[in-house]
């Protein structure tokens, strides 16, 4: 036990730090794309998985076709779209439920990430190709400070969207779809359009981790809706504990960012504890099951009707033996 203590070295968990802070970052941009479907629309959509790597396959192909960098991130949000019409097409159109509509896109877009790329991973040579997001310990505080950028950017454009009539309507088919029909929303379209904004965000996602880590693989967005979900909930549990009532839309989104900083920060301290790399997804599992366990434990256990209960039972039992 002694010998495993002494060889944790804290300095090489000070330096791992920085590459969890921009990882986190670029996964708090699929979580915000999650956080659309989960919270806002209230759809179970499991495109993610495919639509991140879709998004990384699409840009780094571009970039190795002589494509800038940062147009090829604009493509990479489109094909997130189009990932998002397939599955809103299928759900909606053809009356497939939610969450088979999203597994019937993810299946499919592995082939297509196949098709893509020719092979099952591709990379780039980072040494010829200048990308403003990088794990180059040398450029790692940029690409943090770039991709905060990006994430504040999305946050406000999110806000002022889901302020807007069309946000409203999507907002408010997510919360009761009955009523908003019966208000003359086209609930159908909502959904369709909510679906690709919040996968065009993960592809988008995808491509700038598939700069960062200098190439795109078939399988880089395999348990990618975990960690989104993950990023949400401990956002959602951290901002109500810390901000309460005042937890706007805006500062929700925020802490769904920091949830994904939180998450890859964890990850991180996890390995430098020498845990074994394949028992970060059983992790991953414990941890959300955690956090969507905390908010009804403190409901059942914590709220004023208890409290209230208790004392009314303390007071009585000092009575009784008094």
């Not at 002694?2 to 970052?25: D, H, K, M, T």
């Not at 999203?102 to 790329?117: A, D, E, F, W």
């Not at 999110?158 to 069309?166: A, F």
């Not at 795109?216 to 009532?245: F, H, Q, S, T, Y």
Request: proline letters at 2%.
């Amino acid at each position: 036990m002694l010998a495993y203590f002494s060889s944790l070295s804290p300095i090489a968990l000070l330096n791992s730090c920085p590459g969890g802070v921009a990882q986190g970052l670029i996964w708090g941009i699929m979580a915000l794309g999650v956080y659309l479907t989960f919270r806002v629309l209230n759809v179970a959509d499991l495109t993610v998985d495919g639509s991140l790597a879709t998004g990384g396959a699409v840009c780094i192909m571009l970039v190795l076709n002589g494509v800038n960098p940062q147009v090829a991130l604009l493509v990479s949000f489109v094909s997130g779209l189009l990932a998002g019409l397939i599955t809103g097409f299928l759900h909606t159109a053809l009356g497939i439920p939610d969450i088979l509509a999203g597994i019937l896109t993810q299946i499919s877009l592995y082939s297509i990430n196949l098709n893509i790329m020719g092979k099952a991973n591709q990379s780039v040579n980072v040494n010829k190709v200048s990308f403003l997001f990088t794990s180059n310990a040398k450029l790692l505080v940029r690409t943090i400070g770039l991709v905060a950028l990006v994430c504040v950017a999305l946050i406000a454009l999110l806000y002022w969207y889901l302020g807007t009539e069309t946000g409203s309507a999507i907002r408010a088919t997510g919360t009761n779809p009955n009523m908003s029909r019966a208000q003359g929303i086209n609930t159908n379209l909502m959904k369709v359009v909510g679906l690709a904004l919040s996968n065009g965000l993960v592809a988008l996602s995808g491509g700038i981790l598939a700069q960062y880590q200098g190439f795109a693989d078939v399988n880089m967005g395999r348990g990618a809706i975990v960690i989104g979900l993950a990023a949400v909930i401990i956002g959602e549990v951290l901002g109500e504990a810390i901000i309460g009532k005042r937890l706007n839309m805006a500062l929700r989104l925020l802490c769904v960012v920091i949830g994904g900083i939180i998450y890859y920060i964890v990850y991180v301290f996890v390995l430098w504890l020498k845990f074994p790399a394949d028992d970060m997804k059983l992790l991953t599992a414990i941890v959300v099951a955690i956090f969507l366990a905390v908010p009804y434990l403190k409901g059942k256990y914590f709220t004023r009707s208890y409290a209230v209960k208790y004392m009314t039972r303390s007071m009585r039992k000092k009575k009784e033996e008094n």
